[in-house]
């Protein structure tokens, strides 16, 4: 079932909520909503009450006058907190940036999982050129183009898994959510660099997801982010690259139930 929680700026987030058990929410990435999830959806909602939130600006969820990063983070924050009992937090690629953030903003997190989050700070990340096509695109209503070129270009997903998500029924959600890339990635190279030092006190027990054939880009910000944290495991899926919910989706299920059901 669709429901709605008004975030700190009263914008609303809207979230599908089903299954039973401990409560897991779940933060899609760039140019998503909570469709992107339906590929494991079923089987964590057997082991867990799931809350698949869809970003501002996407979905069922309004969005801000001005862009901030930092109403991100207090989105999830909002939604982790209304839950009313220790949540597992599951992000990936820039949801698991806002996840980390997030879990600086809240007390309820039971325990932590991150899919290859981009690191803040790095420029350059989207070209000049990159940048000018995609406005383009963008002006000249392709949404589509804007968001091949982005997973493409940007993310680095190789054409064979382009292939495979423009297949599914989320990519009528990733292409209404194209609005959404520039800003964010702005955003992002806007921040500060990396600093440890801000995570230094944070004790959740973090489970850190790495594609084993991913570019060098998300080993970098695996590794600085397990080297910040108290208590971190990296595991790496052998084979697989930024989408591995759908890639091998029964692979990255096994390994986000072995963490969020081991003893603590």
């Known amino acids: 079932m669709m429901e709605t929680i008004l975030s700190q700026d009263k914008t609303p987030i809207a979230y599908q909520r089903g299954g039973a058990g401990p409560p897991l929410l779940l933060v899609h990435g760039a140019v998503a909503d909570s469709t992107r999830w339906a590929p494991v959806l079923p089987p964590l909602e057997d082991h867990f009450t799931v809350y698949a939130m869809s970003r501002r600006g996407r979905g069922g969820s309004g969005d801000g006058h001005e862009y901030a990063i930092q109403r991100e983070f207090e989105d999830i924050a909002t939604l982790v907190d209304a839950i009313n009992e220790p949540v597992n937090l599951l992000g990936h690629s820039f949801g698991a940036f806002c996840s980390l953030e997030a879990s600086l903003l809240t ?43 982005f997973l493409l270009k940007v993310a680095q997903v190789p054409p064979a898994e382009l292939e495979l998500l423009r297949s599914l029924p989320a990519w009528a959600g990733r292409v209404a959510a194209a609005h959404t890339i520039l800003r964010e990635i702005i955003a992002l190279e806007q921040l500060p660099l990396f600093d440890p030092a801000r995570f230094k006190t944070l004790k959740i027990p973090t489970l850190l997801l790495l594609g084993g054939d991913s570019p060098p880009l998300y080993r970098e910000s695996i590794e600085q982010i397990h080297n910040a944290l108290a208590d ?20 990255f299920v096994g390994e986000v139930l072995a963490f969020l059901t081991q003893s603590p």
Request: charged share 15%; net charge negative; hydrophobic share 40%.
């Open 107 to 149: 007390s309820h997190i039971n325990r932590l999982i991150l899919y290859e989050p981009p690191p803040p700070g790095i420029k350059g990340t989207l070209s000049p050129e990159v940048a000018a096509t995609l406005q383009a695109l963008l002006d000249a209503g392709d949404r589509d183009g804007v968001i091949s070129t």
């Open 232 to 251: 971190s495991t990296t595991v790496i899926l052998p084979g697989q690259q930024h989408v591995a919910m759908n890639t091998a989706p029964g692979l």
